[in-house]
């Protein structure tokens, strides 16, 4: 490598693993991006912990059908109660 160019790669290199290189792990790039991805799996521990709480000892809903579904017939609407029966 040319002069500048070294010079320009070794003080990206120092200004990204810096602070580990002189035992600040906290300050690295590589230690804060394990914090922010240990804060991401954290949240999205709890946010599924919170979601299964929820479904834990309570049936679903049942929702009130205002219609009849497919294979529901209402044979005293159609007037063949004998015939279906």
Known sequence: MKGYRFW????????????SLLGFGQGSVGGLARAIEANHTIAH???RANALGLLAGNPPVKTEVSF??????????????????
Request: charged share 5%; glycine share 12%; with cysteine.
């Open 45 to 47: 521990n709890i946010e």
């Open 68 to 85: 009849l579904g497919p294979f529901q017939v209402d044979c005293s609407a159609i007037g063949m109660c004998q015939v279906l029966a």
């Open 8 to 19: 320009i790669i070794a003080g990206l290199a120092i200004m990204t693993n810096g602070a």
